[in-house]
């Protein structure tokens, strides 16, 4: 949204940015080498994912990239999500992940998990302190890090996919 792209033009001036929408992207076919979808997909109205992953593929080069990343399925990911009860965030299983890339015809280079307690617990913070008081928590450096090497050693928290487009 444009209050959004306002923020990122006073922290990277010398980028080009643009208001747009996931299912219908302002950009000329084959634009991209790699396109970053980091904790988008879950956001998208219910049953459009298909045609945001066809709009990605359609600005993707021909073997282009696709990272992306949303959040597991992992019974503990949903319970500490208050979004998931409040507004239907969703949470997904990798077996459905694939089979939306696959459908829109990526080919899966790389899938793995990351974080745990501290991660989850550590988001949950975050939102209950901002929404209810309007303040944003700084954890110390020893959670900090403990949250680091959660992401570091795997998880279940956070599905990551790396994915390549296949031939248009």
């Given at each position: 949204?444009?209050?959004t792209i306002?923020?990122?033009?006073?922290?990277?001036?010398?980028?080009?940015f643009?208001v747009?929408?996931?299912?219908n992207?302002?950009?000329?076919?084959?634009?991209?080498?790699?396109?970053?979808?980091l904790?988008?997909i879950?956001?998208?109205?219910?049953n459009?994912?298909?045609?945001?992953?066809?709009?990605i593929?359609r600005?993707l080069k021909?073997?282009?990239?696709?990272?992306?990343?949303?959040?597991?399925?992992?019974?503990?990911?949903?319970?500490?999500?208050?979004a998931?009860?409040?507004?239907?965030h969703?949470?997904y299983?990798?077996?459905?992940i694939?089979k939306?890339?696959?459908?829109?015809?990526?080919?899966?280079v790389?899938i793995?998990?990351?974080?745990?307690?501290?991660?989850?617990?550590?988001n949950?913070t975050?939102?209950?302190?901002?929404?209810?008081?309007?303040?944003?928590?700084?954890f110390s450096?020893?959670?900090?890090?403990?949250?680091?090497n959660?992401?570091l050693?795997?998880?279940f928290?956070?599905?990551?996919i790396?994915a390549?487009?296949?031939?248009?």
């Amino acid at each position: 949204d444009k209050e959004t792209i306002d923020y990122a033009k006073k922290l990277v001036p010398e980028a080009a940015f643009r208001v747009g929408s996931a299912l219908n992207l302002p950009f000329s076919d084959k634009s991209f080498d790699c396109i970053v979808l980091l904790d988008v997909i879950e956001h998208l109205p219910l049953n459009t994912e298909n045609k945001a992953l066809g709009e990605i593929k359609r600005v993707l080069k021909p073997k282009g990239h696709l990272i992306l990343s949303t959040p597991s399925n992992h019974i503990f990911s949903i319970l500490l999500d208050p979004a998931f009860f409040l507004i239907g965030h969703r949470h997904y299983s990798i077996k459905k992940i694939k089979k939306l890339l696959q459908n829109q015809g990526f080919k899966i280079v790389k899938i793995y998990k990351t974080g745990g307690i501290y991660c989850l617990f550590s988001n949950l913070t975050q939102i209950l302190v901002k929404h209810l008081i309007n303040k944003k928590i700084n954890f110390s450096a020893k959670f900090k890090e403990k949250i680091k090497n959660e992401y570091l050693k795997g998880g279940f928290v956070q599905i990551h996919i790396i994915a390549k487009s296949q031939k248009q």
